[in-house]
Protein backbone atom coordinates (compact mmCIF):
# COMPACT_ATOMS: atom_id res chain seq x y z
CA UNK A 1 0.00 0.00 0.00
CA UNK A 2 1.39 3.27 -0.76
CA UNK A 3 1.37 6.87 1.16
CA UNK A 4 0.20 9.56 -1.57
CA UNK A 5 1.92 12.29 1.11
CA UNK A 6 5.51 13.44 1.76
CA UNK A 7 8.18 10.98 3.16
CA UNK A 8 6.75 9.60 6.73
CA UNK A 9 9.46 9.08 9.77
CA UNK A 10 9.22 6.95 12.95
CA UNK A 11 11.45 9.04 15.10
CA UNK A 12 12.64 6.68 18.04
CA UNK A 13 14.82 8.23 20.52
CA UNK A 14 16.32 5.02 22.64
CA UNK A 15 18.98 3.47 24.49
CA UNK A 16 20.47 0.23 23.89
CA UNK A 17 20.42 -0.38 28.02
CA UNK A 18 16.94 0.74 28.67
CA UNK A 19 14.30 -1.71 29.89
CA UNK A 20 11.42 -0.12 28.06
CA UNK A 21 12.93 -0.01 24.84
CA UNK A 22 13.41 -3.39 25.06
CA UNK A 23 9.56 -3.69 26.09
CA UNK A 24 9.06 -1.50 22.68
CA UNK A 25 11.18 -3.65 20.64
CA UNK A 26 8.17 -5.69 18.88
CA UNK A 27 6.74 -2.26 18.23
CA UNK A 28 9.36 -1.20 16.42
CA UNK A 29 9.60 -4.61 14.59
CA UNK A 30 6.16 -3.99 13.57
CA UNK A 31 6.58 -0.45 12.11
CA UNK A 32 9.55 -1.58 10.43
CA UNK A 33 7.25 -3.90 8.04
CA UNK A 34 4.89 -1.04 7.06
CA UNK A 35 5.64 0.15 3.28
CA UNK A 36 7.18 3.76 3.25
CA UNK A 37 7.80 3.97 6.77
CA UNK A 38 11.45 5.10 7.62
CA UNK A 39 12.70 4.57 11.31
CA UNK A 40 14.92 7.27 12.21
CA UNK A 41 17.04 6.12 15.32
CA UNK A 42 18.09 8.66 18.24
CA UNK A 43 20.68 7.08 20.45
CA UNK A 44 20.09 9.76 23.24
CA UNK A 45 22.96 8.12 25.20
CA UNK A 46 21.32 6.98 28.91
CA UNK A 47 24.38 5.49 30.04
CA UNK A 48 27.29 7.45 29.05
CA UNK A 49 29.95 9.90 30.58
CA UNK A 50 29.18 10.40 34.70
CA UNK A 51 26.00 8.40 33.66
CA UNK A 52 28.25 5.36 33.20
CA UNK A 53 26.84 2.52 35.72
CA UNK A 54 28.67 -0.75 36.93
CA UNK A 55 26.68 -3.65 38.33
CA UNK A 56 26.16 -3.64 42.11
CA UNK A 57 23.85 -5.69 44.03
CA UNK A 58 21.40 -2.56 44.60
CA UNK A 59 21.39 -2.23 40.53
CA UNK A 60 20.39 -6.07 40.52
CA UNK A 61 17.64 -5.23 42.82
CA UNK A 62 16.61 -2.23 41.49
CA UNK A 63 15.94 -3.75 37.33
CA UNK A 64 14.54 -6.54 38.70
CA UNK A 65 11.06 -5.34 39.50
CA UNK A 66 11.20 -3.31 35.92
CA UNK A 67 12.27 -6.56 34.07
CA UNK A 68 9.50 -8.56 35.49
CA UNK A 69 6.66 -5.51 34.83
CA UNK A 70 8.44 -5.59 31.27
CA UNK A 71 8.01 -9.52 30.66
CA UNK A 72 4.35 -9.64 31.74
CA UNK A 73 3.07 -6.54 29.68
CA UNK A 74 5.19 -7.74 26.38
CA UNK A 75 5.81 -11.28 26.59
CA UNK A 76 9.49 -10.04 26.16
CA UNK A 77 12.00 -13.15 27.29
CA UNK A 78 14.53 -12.59 29.99
CA UNK A 79 17.16 -15.40 29.72
CA UNK A 80 18.53 -16.71 33.09
CA UNK A 81 21.97 -15.82 31.77
CA UNK A 82 20.99 -12.30 32.23
CA UNK A 83 19.53 -12.93 35.72
CA UNK A 84 21.91 -15.25 37.58
CA UNK A 85 25.17 -14.22 35.39
CA UNK A 86 24.93 -10.73 34.28
CA UNK A 87 23.01 -9.08 36.99
CA UNK A 88 25.76 -10.99 39.34
CA UNK A 89 28.83 -9.89 37.38
CA UNK A 90 29.65 -7.64 39.76
CA UNK A 91 31.62 -4.33 38.62
CA UNK A 92 31.07 -5.38 34.47
CA UNK A 93 30.26 -1.70 33.22
CA UNK A 94 27.16 -0.83 31.50
CA UNK A 95 27.71 2.08 29.11
CA UNK A 96 25.21 3.20 26.66
CA UNK A 97 27.99 4.73 24.00
CA UNK A 98 29.51 1.32 22.29
CA UNK A 99 26.31 -0.11 21.32
CA UNK A 100 25.23 3.36 19.80
CA UNK A 101 28.03 3.38 17.87
CA UNK A 102 27.90 -0.32 16.58
CA UNK A 103 23.81 1.10 15.73
CA UNK A 104 25.53 4.06 13.65
CA UNK A 105 28.10 1.98 12.21
CA UNK A 106 25.51 -0.70 10.74
CA UNK A 107 22.78 1.60 9.69
CA UNK A 108 25.79 3.88 7.92
CA UNK A 109 26.33 0.31 6.47
CA UNK A 110 23.58 -1.18 5.13
CA UNK A 111 20.45 0.83 6.80
CA UNK A 112 19.98 -1.94 9.53
CA UNK A 113 20.57 -0.17 12.58
CA UNK A 114 17.36 -1.39 13.99
CA UNK A 115 18.65 -5.51 13.36
CA UNK A 116 21.58 -4.29 15.14
CA UNK A 117 19.72 -2.46 18.13
CA UNK A 118 17.53 -5.88 18.72
CA UNK A 119 20.29 -7.70 18.62
CA UNK A 120 21.89 -5.83 21.00
CA UNK A 121 18.91 -6.04 23.24
CA UNK A 122 19.26 -9.71 23.01
CA UNK A 123 22.54 -10.21 23.79
CA UNK A 124 22.30 -7.93 27.04
CA UNK A 125 18.55 -9.21 28.22
CA UNK A 126 18.19 -12.77 27.05
CA UNK A 127 22.24 -13.95 26.68
CA UNK A 128 23.35 -11.82 29.52
CA UNK A 129 26.54 -10.35 27.34
CA UNK A 130 28.72 -7.24 28.24
CA UNK A 131 27.32 -5.09 24.82
CA UNK A 132 29.61 -2.24 25.57
CA UNK A 133 32.37 -4.71 25.46
CA UNK A 134 34.53 -4.74 21.60
CA UNK A 135 34.92 -8.23 21.52
CA UNK A 136 30.99 -8.61 22.19
CA UNK A 137 29.94 -5.92 19.63
CA UNK A 138 31.78 -7.70 16.78
CA UNK A 139 30.65 -11.05 17.55
CA UNK A 140 27.12 -9.45 17.18
CA UNK A 141 27.96 -8.18 13.75
CA UNK A 142 29.09 -11.37 12.63
CA UNK A 143 25.79 -12.73 13.70
CA UNK A 144 24.37 -9.85 11.61
CA UNK A 145 26.62 -11.22 8.57
CA UNK A 146 28.37 -7.85 8.52
CA UNK A 147 31.99 -7.88 6.66
CA UNK A 148 34.62 -8.06 9.53
CA UNK A 149 36.59 -5.55 8.02
CA UNK A 150 34.38 -2.57 6.72
CA UNK A 151 32.47 -2.89 10.18
CA UNK A 152 35.39 -2.52 12.43
CA UNK A 153 36.59 0.31 10.05
CA UNK A 154 33.51 1.96 10.59
CA UNK A 155 33.19 1.26 13.89
CA UNK A 156 36.36 2.90 14.80
CA UNK A 157 35.45 6.67 12.20
CA UNK A 158 32.37 6.36 14.39
CA UNK A 159 33.04 6.25 17.96
CA UNK A 160 34.06 8.55 20.21
CA UNK A 161 33.21 12.57 18.77
CA UNK A 162 30.51 10.87 15.97
CA UNK A 163 28.68 9.05 18.36
CA UNK A 164 28.67 12.07 21.46
CA UNK A 165 27.66 14.43 18.50
CA UNK A 166 24.97 12.08 17.86
CA UNK A 167 23.76 11.73 21.48
CA UNK A 168 23.60 15.33 21.73
CA UNK A 169 22.01 15.51 18.80
CA UNK A 170 19.20 12.75 20.08
CA UNK A 171 18.76 14.55 22.89
CA UNK A 172 17.63 17.81 21.19
CA UNK A 173 14.95 15.34 19.55
CA UNK A 174 13.95 13.98 22.75
CA UNK A 175 13.15 17.72 23.89
CA UNK A 176 11.73 18.90 20.90
CA UNK A 177 9.77 15.93 21.03
CA UNK A 178 8.54 16.66 25.09
CA UNK A 179 9.93 13.32 25.58
CA UNK A 180 10.99 12.89 29.39
CA UNK A 181 12.90 9.53 29.03
CA UNK A 182 12.94 6.70 26.48
CA UNK A 183 11.49 5.19 24.58
CA UNK A 184 9.93 8.28 23.14
CA UNK A 185 8.67 8.32 19.48
CA UNK A 186 6.51 10.25 17.33
CA UNK A 187 5.31 10.13 14.03
CA UNK A 188 6.37 12.78 11.37
CA UNK A 189 4.45 13.08 8.37
CA UNK A 190 4.57 15.94 5.46
CA UNK A 191 6.41 17.44 7.87
CA UNK A 192 4.34 17.70 11.37
CA UNK A 193 5.67 15.99 14.01
CA UNK A 194 3.39 14.39 16.71
CA UNK A 195 4.60 12.71 19.82
CA UNK A 196 3.03 9.16 20.33
CA UNK A 197 1.93 7.44 23.45
CA UNK A 198 4.09 4.05 23.55
CA UNK A 199 2.92 2.90 26.64
CA UNK A 200 -0.87 1.72 25.74
CA UNK A 201 1.05 -0.14 22.72
CA UNK A 202 2.79 -2.23 24.47
CA UNK A 203 2.27 -5.65 24.13
CA UNK A 204 -0.29 -5.46 21.32
CA UNK A 205 1.89 -5.19 18.11
CA UNK A 206 -0.91 -5.80 15.66
CA UNK A 207 -3.03 -2.88 17.01
CA UNK A 208 -0.08 -0.67 16.89
CA UNK A 209 0.30 -0.91 13.30
CA UNK A 210 -2.97 -0.96 12.28
CA UNK A 211 -3.06 2.57 14.45
CA UNK A 212 0.00 3.61 11.99
CA UNK A 213 -1.35 2.33 8.96
CA UNK A 214 -4.18 4.37 9.08
CA UNK A 215 -2.19 7.65 9.97
CA UNK A 216 -0.33 6.60 7.04
CA UNK A 217 -2.72 5.93 4.40
CA UNK A 218 -4.70 9.40 5.59
CA UNK A 219 -1.40 11.25 5.70
CA UNK A 220 -2.58 13.06 8.75
CA UNK A 221 -0.12 13.30 11.87
CA UNK A 222 -1.72 11.34 15.31
CA UNK A 223 -4.00 13.65 16.87
CA UNK A 224 -3.25 13.10 20.54
CA UNK A 225 0.07 14.24 21.72
CA UNK A 226 1.77 11.82 24.34
CA UNK A 227 0.46 10.78 27.46
CA UNK A 228 2.19 10.46 30.92
CA UNK A 229 3.52 6.99 31.43
CA UNK A 230 6.01 5.11 33.54
CA UNK A 231 7.39 2.89 31.34
CA UNK A 232 9.74 4.68 30.34
CA UNK A 233 13.90 4.73 31.53
CA UNK A 234 14.47 8.40 33.05
CA UNK A 235 17.34 10.04 31.07
CA UNK A 236 20.02 11.34 33.68
CA UNK A 237 21.49 14.59 32.15
CA UNK A 238 24.18 16.72 33.82
CA UNK A 239 24.79 14.28 36.58
CA UNK A 240 21.67 13.29 37.31
CA UNK A 241 21.24 9.55 37.86
CA UNK A 242 18.49 7.36 35.39
CA UNK A 243 15.70 6.82 37.43
CA UNK A 244 15.38 3.36 35.68
CA UNK A 245 16.68 1.06 33.10
Known amino acids: MGIDTPTAILHYVYDPLCGWCYA ?11 PGLHIALHGGGMMTGANRRT ?8 VIPHDKRIAQLTGQPFGLHYFDHLL ?15 VLATESLDGRGLDMLHRLQKAHYVEGRRI ?35 IAQSRAWLHRLGGQGFPTLA ?15 L ?22 PAAATDAACALGIDGAKPLAC
Open 132 to 166: AERAVIDSLAADLHLPEDTFGATFDALAGDHTEAH
Open 88 to 102: NDLGAVMDSAPPTTA
Open 55 to 62: ITPEWREY
Open 24 to 34: AAPLLRAAHEL
Open 187 to 201: LEIGGRITALDIGVW
Open 203 to 224: GREQPWAQHLQGHLTQGLPVAS
